[in-house]
T-cell receptor, first 114, second 111 residues
């Protein structure tokens, strides 16, 4: 079955540590996205990539980094510079970038900073 | 600031009742308005979407009403069922832009 796999589902981190969230898709989609979800704030775009080896900052990129070395993979690193990293992180993809494309989401990764 | 304002933040409805969620926007360039449904611990999934050339779109028990002049759109869930309990997000975008999400509405349908 085609879809997006995010791992780990739950992650605990001590302050000052970097963590990397995995996102893999087998939909053959060109574009991939990372969103952050906080209660009462909806979904906010962190980074997006419309093609391999290229990515752009979204609305809240500070404290995060990404890479897109393969079409099917778009890992997100939450660095120690992110001041409030505890959140639910969602990876998504579309056949092409932006516009009226249906986002396919993964099941999410919940990060808790202790 | 949030480009799509969504209300209420949460609502409780009895089984068989109607759930109504409202959204408003300012950017007149928006021309695609989807709604996403998210169950606890899962990612959102597209529920229904509308373009501004129609005033209403219905899919089963879910209806989007669109008021272009007022720059408002709403989701109606008819005959609400416990299985509809979820968080609903409205969103908007133009042909090339990033999808802008509302803050979400948590719907609880009581038996």
């Amino acid at each position: 079955d085609g879809g997006i796999t995010q791992s780990p589902k739950y992650l605990f981190r001590k302050e000052g540590q970097n963590v990397t969230l995995s996102c893999e898709q087998n939909l053959n989609h060109d574009a991939m996205y990372w969103y952050r979800q906080d209660p009462g704030q909806g979904l906010r775009l962190i980074y997006y990539s419309q093609i391999v080896n290229d990515f752009q900052k979204g609305d809240i990129a500070e404290g995060y980094s990404v890479s897109r070395e393969k079409k099917e993979s778009f890992p997100l690193t939450v660095t120690s510079a992110q001041k409030n990293p505890t959140a639910f992180y969602l990876c998504a993809s579309t056949p092409r970038g932006f516009g009226a494309n249906v986002l396919t989401f993964g099941a999410g990764s919940r990060l808790t900073v202790l | 600031q949030q480009q799509v304002k969504q209300s209420p933040q949460s609502l409780i409805v009895q089984k068989g009742g109607i759930s109504i969620i409202n959204c408003a926007y300012e950017n007149t360039a928006f021309d695609y308005f989807p709604w996403y449904q998210q169950f606890p611990g899962k990612g959102p999934a597209l529920l229904i979407a509308i373009r501004p050339d129609v005033s209403e779109k219905k899919e089963g028990r879910f209806t989007i009403s669109f008021n272009k002049s007022a720059k408002q759109f709403s989701l109606h869930i008819m005959d609400s069922q416990p299985g509809d309990s979820a968080t609903y997000f409205c969103a908007a975008t133009d042909s090339w832009g990033k999808l802008q999400f509302g803050a979400g509405t948590q719907v609880v349908v009581t038996p």
